[in-house]
């Protein structure tokens, strides 16, 4: 027996889906319908003539009821579906309105046939039927549903909370979040454990199982389903929640919409922090644009069948979102060249800068030039002057304040077409693309992965996701159904400075600064080393508050600012490139040791910071050992 053209393609495309799916193996997301046929005596009646035709798409399924009346139908998309039942000398009975969702088993209960010719009886269902097939325990959301519900982000996890068992959270800013979106806890389980599926391919971020990472915006979704317990066979992977969610197909009718959602910081109160401070509202700019389409492919179906849908969706939300107010301790221009005589802790006392060789304090509280290393005043010099002078406002806690505008873009676009090439023969590809481009800086609100929040320079961090997946069902017989899926699905992130100005600030070239390096073919971007500031683990002498120039990269909750990525951002930094030059210039802090309890390697704009000093050249630094390194071995003595 040939075989038809078509589908000889269609193995083909599923062979080598499959050869590209790897990790991402799909998941069954069709159902089955069930039912028994009796006369009006309640008499089982085999042999009578069963139809399942999809309501949208008019598709149609033909099984016949066994010895027992009975009849199933297995390997079905989910849908709204009219089962007729015909049988010679008995009336043609036509239920309409049976809704199979994800994954589920569905029996439409017992259909009585009356005999009689001529005429049809239909009956429409109505309500929820309980469902006496199934014994998951589980949350549907439909698209109807989400026709109707507003969310401010348009992301699919704010959806879930509507389920019973799922935690409530605060909804999303915008679809996609940054490299992912967190999903909720269900039933008091770890968000880690929750197994996410969009049309079958495992959509959970890569690198962070807590994350949706397979973005699809709420106009491309037909139906989500949320299984909380007592999964079947089929499911495993975790031992939290099954989270399903399948993309809308084209029907029989040309649908479609456009729509646009906008917010701005014109409709918004300024927050304390900004009252406070004195600052205006920032840049609030949230523009979501999409439009969608759907239906028959016009030109390719012949006949008076409908056989070749389409859908496609496209949504763009282009975001402006301030990051939080941040405020960190500068060193000023006086300092930077080494006079200290007008340099007050947070009590308005004097910070005496002790000679690290004598013990003593320099005269006058000025480190002559030439103690001044001019590697360590270049690196100083990286840092921005300070912005925010007056002491009746910062009480010595700080005197710079950062509020950085971060702008990310993003585009969603999903393609999905199903086939009906036979009575036998039913396929679906679906091809989703996702890209993020933030732009800014990293820190509290900033961008993932970006560099610190004091504004060194603005970065870029792209995040992609690409899916596809393709399912072919073929009907052998009423009793032999095989159902063959494949998906592959591609995420990629890339960090990088955004333009040719921010690219030098990070370079040692653009900083002025000359120190050599171990192995400087691991840096070919010429990238400045690993720079921290911040307090020594050794607390200071009781007489007065010191600052003195010694080696260590430990930190205390007020810890200036450091060149590398922010604490609990996505692990990432501007000298990623391998450089293995490494300069540290570490201040004791001026005021008291931490408490035992807080945090190393922390910073935080409300607590007392320390006070940067260009690094003091030793007059003969050893043989073989940077300055830095000399004069950090000087200190400790």
């Not at 429409?124 to 698209?143: D, M, Y």
């Not at 069948?305 to 500068?330: D, R, V």
């Not at 007065?544 to 060149?563: K, L």
């Not at 604490?567 to 490494?582: E, K």
Request: glycine share 10%; hydrophobic share 30%; no cysteine.
């Amino acid at each position: 027996m040939s075989i038809p053209a078509p589908l000889r393609l269609v193995a083909a495309a599923l062979l080598v889906a499959a050869t590209l799916s790897g990790a991402a193996a799909a998941q069954e997301v069709t159902g089955s319908l069930s039912g028994a046929v009796e006369d009006q005596q309640g008499q089982a009646i085999p042999g009578a003539t069963v139809t399942a035709v999809n309501q949208r798409t008019g598709s149609s399924r033909v099984d016949h009821t066994d010895g027992k009346g009975n009849f199933l139908f297995t390997a079905m998309p989910p849908g709204t579906y009219t089962i007729r039942v015909e049988m010679p000398n008995f009336r043609t009975v036509e239920q309409k309105g049976n809704v199979l969702a994800i994954s589920t088993r569905v029996s439409v209960g017992t259909i009585r046939l009356t005999v009689g010719l001529g005429e049809n009886v239909v009956v429409e269902a109505e309500g929820n039927r309980v469902n006496t097939e199934e014994t998951q325990h589980a949350g549907l959301i439909t698209s109807s549903q989400i026709a109707q519900i507003q969310t401010k982000g348009r992301d699919v996890t704010s959806l879930m909370r509507l389920v019973p068992g799922v935690r409530y959270e605060d909804t999303v800013e915008s679809l996609g979040e940054s490299f992912g979106t967190l999903v909720p806890q269900v039933s008091g389980m770890r968000r880690d454990w929750n197994h996410i599926t969009v049309d079958g391919v495992l959509g959970n971020e890569v690198g962070q199982t807590n994350r949706m990472a397979q973005n699809i915006n709420l106009d491309a979704v037909s139906e989500i389903k949320i299984l909380l317990n007592t999964f079947r066979a089929e499911y495993g992977r975790t031992g939290g929640a099954h989270i399903e969610i399948v993309s809308k197909s084209g029907d029989q009718q040309y649908r479609g919409n456009a729509y646009y959602y906008g917010r701005n910081e014109h409709l918004n109160a300024n927050n304390f922090f900004n009252n406070r401070a004195g600052r205006d509202r920032p840049r609030y700019r949230f523009n979501t644009y999409g439009f969608n389409l759907g239906g028959p492919i016009p030109g390719l179906n012949k006949g008076g069948e409908k056989k070749l849908f389409f859908f496609y969706s496209l949504e763009a939300p282009i975001t402006e979102k301030p990051g939080n107010l941040l405020q960190w301790t500068m060193p000023t221009e006086r300092e930077r060249a080494g006079d200290f005589s007008q340099s007050l802790d947070s009590a308005g006392r004097l910070v005496v800068i002790r000679d690290p060789l004598t013990g003593q304090p320099f005269p006058g509280n000025i480190v002559p030039a030439s103690r001044i290393d001019p590697n360590g005043r270049a690196l100083l010099n990286v840092l921005p002057l300070p912005n925010t002078l007056d002491r009746n406002f910062t009480r010595g806690q700080f005197n710079h304040q950062t509020q950085f505008i971060n702008d990310n873009p993003k585009l969603n676009n999903i393609l999905r077409l199903d086939w009906k090439p036979s009575a036998s023969d039913s396929l679906y590809l679906t091809v989703k693309d996702w890209t993020s481009d933030q732009r800014g800086v990293g820190g509290t609100g900033g961008v993932t992965a970006g560099p610190a929040g004091w504004g060194w320079f603005n970065a870029h961090y792209d995040n992609t996701d690409r899916t596809y997946s393709l399912s072919h069902t073929h009907i052998f017989s009423s009793s032999l159904v095989n159902e063959a899926q494949a998906g592959a699905r591609r995420q990629s992130e890339n960090f990088r400075p955004v333009g040719e100005e921010d690219f030098q600030r990070l370079s040692r070239q653009g900083a002025g600064y000359t120190l050599g390096q171990f192995h400087p073919e691991l840096n070919p971007i010429d990238a400045l080393p690993k720079v921290t500031f911040g307090g020594s683990a050794t607390p200071n002498p009781p007489t007065s508050p010191t600052t003195t120039a010694s080696s260590g990269t430990a930190a205390w909750p007020g810890s200036t600012p450091s060149t590398t990525t922010s604490p609990g951002s996505r692990a990432a930094t501007p000298s990623r490139a391998g450089s293995t030059s490494s300069t540290s210039t570490t201040r004791r802090a001026r005021a008291s040791p931490p408490p035992p309890h807080s945090p190393a390697n922390t910073t935080s704009p409300w607590t007392p910071t320390t006070r940067s000093t260009p690094a003091i050249r030793s007059p003969t630094p050893s043989s073989g050992i940077t300055a830095a390194t000399a004069r950090s071995t000087r200190s400790r003595r």
